[in-house]
């Protein structure tokens, strides 16, 4: 039981609770007067504010309350009681009610919560108990962060807590890490040691003998000169490409030996041969390099993966280049599913090479229905949780043969990705990592609550029930932001909603994910440099696409997937690039246009998204915004200065395109309800467009308001019309404030978000999660054996029952 503390708020408003009865009656009957029984933090707030003004409470607005309601993300309310969800820090809460009547107010456990609020949703109690999911028990033992600063910077303190375990280990005699020294080979090579080194103690003499054996030798002496005697003394090659690489790495791990230091061993996994293979997940959609992008579930994933790869491969190949092993070609394979009715693009090729590497393709992998067929169409992401089971197992084999071998690291994408890589790599014993690129549950309003009516389009139930395994299966999870993980003092992160929610009739979570689990880490992507760059950088610019730019941005030829055109060459132009569906908002964007006389008489508006024609187009909730979108122009008659191409660019095309809106001193806006990352932000920024981008998600970290670009409210559409209006009048009385803006995002995206920076981190997780994986228990066996049983009495039934739905369609 938990012993009051007279100092917390929370003690502090039962005490004004008691005292000060009709203040306090107040704020709690303003509650109960609103028709809706759940309450989000925003109408909390305006209601304590309203009822402070309309009553001159001067004590009501000093009370305890004051914080309760800072803190409150969630209130509901059923008389005689008000459940409130208090959110003091990122994923730390507590849960309280209050009798309306009697004014008494209780903590409460997160489970009674849960309850409440599916008692408001059913209109009944629950005669039976549901499944509860809690994962806490199974990790009380293990290293957590504590403090918010901390969140996404998993390895740095992992590394550091298990350091100080290693030493205590090696002074026992423990030989863990020699036991993983010896494991290294790749396929019939052995590296770094050989029978010759069988204790710790043997190892020690050996790296002082070989150090002796390198001090007299040239820096640029190269490993196979040296070959025999190093081999003598029990060592084989992944050491170094040279004397001095090979020095520097021995000595390390002899210091090691010594006393472990977490950057000492960072610095030694980094420069040992651990990873040769990698098998990339990402399921849905159309994966391909050509002809894919702006299908449908089909956009930003492909274009991060796609870049990831290059830079992942150039990583691979310099560290073994470093480490002296020049005949090994390191492999990324990306796993698909393979599409038969591949509407013109290379969907249907199992096998497709990534274009600007060397050993690194597309495996595509058909999905099969229950009596073996192959499913030629394709299928939304929102409908493939029946087949990614079977998907999971064929994919691991053909990954397999394509390999000769294990892959070092599986890395999923998504949450069908994420789920399939939890299954490969659970298989295998291999590292996995996660990357969610956009977590479903944190776009869509009570998406877990009222989850059975969201059930005919999105079958949230095995998508939420999927992410909870995956996410605790993973070793590693990579965001691009911190609110990713843990969100704003404001608002939770898209992770921490998986902490605590509930699915009325289906199962509740108790305690789902853990934030500040060292898992979580922080690695934003970059833009393709050769594709992405500033628009001064002449000699490399695709002159030879301006005229058909030219022609895309003002519209000389009939498209016909195109509406609109640019009348007044000589305004500046507003550029928006994104898939149309409800959380890119490009209507509202339009919409906030229209209303905007000012705006429109200073500039034009470009947009790229969607299709023209709803009959191009089989995503329901894409039809809706495209009827949507002909609606505003016929409503306010925008012809002739707002242009919709409802195409999709090639990479050079696009970045072409950039570039030449910058020209002309236009500007990028992303005006998205929400964006988890958002890759076009740093498109647009590193060729050197001005950039206002949403305050929601990533974009929020990305831009530096007032100096690398700007932040919008989505939610407030005349504050985003009158900031752009601002800015362009501006730019015309201060002739150098566009470049200002322009130069600050260049340089912001140079410091922190660079495919090189990337790649390089990625791989430093991959090492060292993997390390420590092999010498502790990260492995986590009770939890994989707690989520076995998950998939099992909850995902895989879920799964059968859609697929008997969608085969009654």
Same mark, same amino acid.
């Not at 790229?608 to 894409?622: L, R, T, W």
């Given at each position: 039981?938990?012993?009051p503390?007279p100092g917390s708020p ?7 609770l ?5 203040d ?7 509650l109960?007067?609103?028709?809706q029984?759940l309450l989000?933090r925003?109408?909390?707030q &305006? ?8 009553n001159?409470a001067?004590?009501l ?5 004051k /914080?309760?309601?800072q803190?409150?993300?969630?209130a509901?309310?059923l008389e005689p009681?008000a ?5 003091m ?6 849960y ?5 009547k009697?004014?008494?107010?209780e903590?409460i456990?997160?489970?009674?919560f ?7 949703v059913?209109?009944r +109690?629950?005669e039976?108990?549901p499944?509860?999911i809690?994962?806490?028990?199974? @990790?009380?033992?293990f290293?957590k962060?504590?403090?918010?600063k @901390?969140?996404?910077r ?9 350091s100080?375990?290693?030493f ?10 020699l036991?993983?020294?010896?494991v290294?080979?790749y ?17 020690r ?5 070989a150090?002796?054996l390198l001090?007299d030798?040239?820096d640029?002496?190269?490993? !196979?000169?040296l070959e025999?005697d ?16 090979i020095?520097?790495t ?11 230091s977490?950057?000492?061993l960072e ?9 040769f293979? *990698?098998? *990339?997940i990402?399921p849905?959609g ?7 992008l702006?299908?449908?579930d ?12 290059? %830079?992942l491969e ?5 560290r073994?280049?470093e480490?002296?092993l ?5 492999r =990324?394979?990306v796993?698909?599913?393979l599409i038969p009715?591949s509407?013109?693009s290379n969907c249907?090729?199992r096998?497709?090479?990534i274009s600007?590497t060397?050993?690194?393709? *597309?495996?595509?992998?058909?999905f099969?229905?229950t009596?073996?067929e192959?499913i030629?169409?394709?299928?939304s992401r929102?409908?493939i949780w029946?087949?990614?089971e079977r998907?999971?197992g064929?994919?691991?084999r ?6 000769g071998?294990r ?8 949450s ?7 299954? =490969? ?11 969610a690129?956009a977590?479903?549950?944190a776009?869509y309003l009570?998406?877990?609550?009222y ?21 605790n299966?993973?070793?590693f =999870? *990579? ?10 003092e404001e608002?939770?992160?898209q992770?921490?909603?998986y902490?605590t929610?509930t ?7 108790i305690h789902g994910?853990d934030?500040y &689990?060292?898992?979580f ?7 393709d440099p050769?594709i992405y760059?500033?628009?001064e ?11 058909e ?6 519209g ?6 195109s509406?609109?055109v ?5 305004k ?7 898939r149309?569906?409800r959380?890119?908002?490009l209507?509202g ?5 229209a209303?905007n006389?000012?705006l429109?008489?200073r500039?034009n ?6 299709h023209i024609?709803p009959d191009?187009?089989?995503? %329901?909730?894409?039809v &809706? ?7 505003l122009?016929?409503?306010y008659?925008?012809?002739?200065e707002?242009r919709w191409?409802?195409?999709h660019l090639d990479?050079? +095309?696009s970045?072409?395109?950039y570039?030449c809106?910058?020209?002309r001193r236009?500007v990028?806006i992303?005006?998205?309800l929400?964006?988890?990352?958002g ?7 590193v060729?050197g ?11 929020m ?5 007032g100096i690398?670009?700007?932040h919008i409210?989505p ?15 501006r730019?015309?009385?201060e002739?150098?404030?566009w470049? !200002?803006i322009?130069r600050?995002?260049?340089?912001r ?5 660079t495919w090189?920076l990337?790649?390089e981190r990625?791989m +430093?997780f %991959?090492?060292?999660?993997?390390f420590?994986r092999y010498?502790?228990?990260l492995?986590?066996m009770e939890? /994989?054996r707690y989520l076995?049983m998950?998939?099992?009495?909850q ?6 029952l859609?697929?008997?739905d969608?085969?009654?369609?």
């Amino acid at each position: 039981m938990k012993l009051p503390n007279p100092g917390s708020p929370i003690d502090k408003l039962r005490a004004f609770l008691h005292e000060e009865k009709d203040d306090a009656k107040l704020f709690l009957n303003a509650l109960c007067c609103r028709e809706q029984q759940l309450l989000l933090r925003t109408e909390i707030q &305006d209601i304590f504010l309203n009822t402070i003004a309309e009553n001159n409470a001067s004590a009501l607005a000093s009370s305890p309350f004051k /914080k309760i309601v800072q803190w409150c993300q969630e209130a509901a309310i059923l008389e005689p009681w008000a459940y409130f969800a208090l959110r003091m820090r990122s994923a730390r809460w507590e849960y309280i009610r209050i009798n309306l009547k009697t004014l008494v107010l209780e903590e409460i456990v997160p489970g009674h919560f849960l309850y409440f609020k599916e008692q408001l949703v059913t209109g009944r +109690t629950s005669e039976h108990n549901p499944l509860e999911i809690d994962l806490a028990p199974f @990790s009380r033992e293990f290293f957590k962060l504590q403090e918010e600063k @901390s969140i996404g910077r998993g390895l740095e303190f992992l590394n550091r807590r298990l350091s100080s375990g290693l030493f205590a280990e090696l002074e026992r005699g423990d030989n863990r890490l020699l036991r993983f020294l010896q494991v290294h080979r790749y396929r019939d090579q052995q590296l770094l040691l050989n029978q010759e080194v069988e204790s710790t103690n043997q190892l020690r003499n050996g790296l002082r003998d070989a150090l002796r054996l390198l001090r007299d030798q040239d820096d640029n002496t190269e490993w !196979k000169e040296l070959e025999s005697d190093l081999e003598n003394l029990g060592f084989e090659p992944g050491w170094g490409r040279c004397v001095s690489m090979i020095r520097d790495t021995m000595g390390n791990l002899l210091d090691i030996l010594e006393a472990p230091s977490p950057r000492a061993l960072e610095i030694f996994l980094s420069r040992i041969p651990m990873i040769f293979s *990698i098998a *990339i997940i990402s399921p849905h959609g159309f994966f391909g390099q050509e002809n894919v992008l702006g299908r449908p579930d089909t956009g930003g994933q492909v274009v991060y993966i796609l870049d990831q790869v290059r %830079a992942l491969e150039k990583e691979m190949r310099d560290r073994l280049y470093e480490q002296g092993l020049v005949d090994i070609d390191p492999r =990324i394979v990306v796993l698909t599913r393979l599409i038969p009715e591949s509407e013109g693009s290379n969907c249907h090729e199992r096998i497709e090479n990534i274009s600007r590497t060397v050993n690194s393709y *597309i495996l595509r992998v058909p999905f099969r229905s229950t009596d073996n067929e192959v499913i030629p169409h394709w299928i939304s992401r929102f409908e493939i949780w029946p087949y990614l089971e079977r998907f999971a197992g064929d994919a691991g084999r053909e990954l397999l043969a394509e390999l000769g071998g294990r892959p070092d690291l599986i890395v999923g994408n998504y949450s069908d990705g994420n789920l399939v890589a939890s299954l =490969i790599s659970h298989k295998l014993g291999v590292t996995q990592c996660n990357i969610a690129h956009a977590l479903e549950k944190a776009k869509y309003l009570y998406s877990d609550l009222y989850w059975q009516d969201n059930e005919p389009n999105y079958h949230f139930s095995c998508q939420f029930t999927a992410d909870i395994i995956a996410m605790n299966s993973a070793d590693f =999870i *990579i965001t691009s932001t911190y609110q990713e993980i843990a969100g704003t003092e404001e608002n939770p992160g898209q992770y921490e909603s998986y902490m605590t929610f509930t699915m009325p009739n289906l199962y509740r979570v108790i305690h789902g994910i853990d934030v500040y &689990d060292p898992k979580f880490n922080i690695v934003s992507p970059g833009a393709d440099p050769e594709i992405y760059f500033p628009a001064e950088d002449k000699e490399n610019r695709f002159i030879k696409l301006h005229e058909e730019i030219n022609d895309l941005i003002f519209g000389g030829q009939r498209h016909e997937e195109s509406r609109g055109v640019l009348a007044d060459r000589s305004k500046y132009i507003i550029l928006t690039i994104a898939r149309l569906d409800r959380i890119k908002n490009l209507t509202g964007l339009v919409r906030l246009f229209a209303e905007n006389q000012d705006l429109r008489d200073r500039a034009n508006l470009l947009v790229i998204g969607g299709h023209i024609n709803p009959d191009h187009s089989n995503d %329901a909730e894409e039809v &809706d915004q495209i009827h949507q979108m002909h609606h505003l122009f016929e409503s306010y008659g925008l012809e002739h200065e707002v242009r919709w191409l409802g195409m999709h660019l090639d990479k050079q +095309t696009s970045g072409e395109l950039y570039r030449c809106v910058a020209d002309r001193r236009g500007v990028f806006i992303q005006p998205a309800l929400f964006e988890s990352f958002g890759l076009t932000v740093i498109e647009a920024m590193v060729s050197g467009l001005p950039t206002f981008a949403t305050c929601f998600g990533g974009p929020m970290e990305i831009v530096e308001h007032g100096i690398s670009g700007f932040h919008i409210d989505p939610n407030n559409e005349d504050s985003i019309s009158q900031l752009l209006v601002e800015f362009f009048s501006r730019c015309k009385d201060e002739p150098d404030y566009w470049h !200002k803006i322009a130069r600050g995002g260049l340089m912001r995206v140079y410091e922190k978000y660079t495919w090189k920076l990337y790649a390089e981190r990625m791989m +430093t997780f %991959a090492r060292i999660y993997g390390f420590w994986r092999y010498v502790s228990d990260l492995e986590r066996m009770e939890t /994989k054996r707690y989520l076995e049983m998950f998939y099992s009495l909850q995902f895989r039934p879920l799964a059968k029952l859609l697929e008997s739905d969608l085969s009654k369609q």
